[in-house]
């Protein structure tokens, strides 16, 4: 029974810390969006 309550906190930690690491604010998703719309702007400006 100890095994599995600490197993299943193992399990909630790496989820909640995967969770914030991702869709936080200035997570991973957040810091793709930008870039993507960084990336967009310049290849919108360059001249053939």
Request: proline share 2%.
């Amino acid at each position: 029974m100890r095994q599995l309550l600490m197993t299943v906190l193992l399990l909630l930690t790496v989820v909640g810390l995967y969770t914030n690491l991702v869709s936080g604010e200035g997570g991973t998703k957040a810091q793709l969006s930008s870039s993507s719309t960084h990336m967009a702007i310049r290849i919108a400006k360059m001249s053939p």
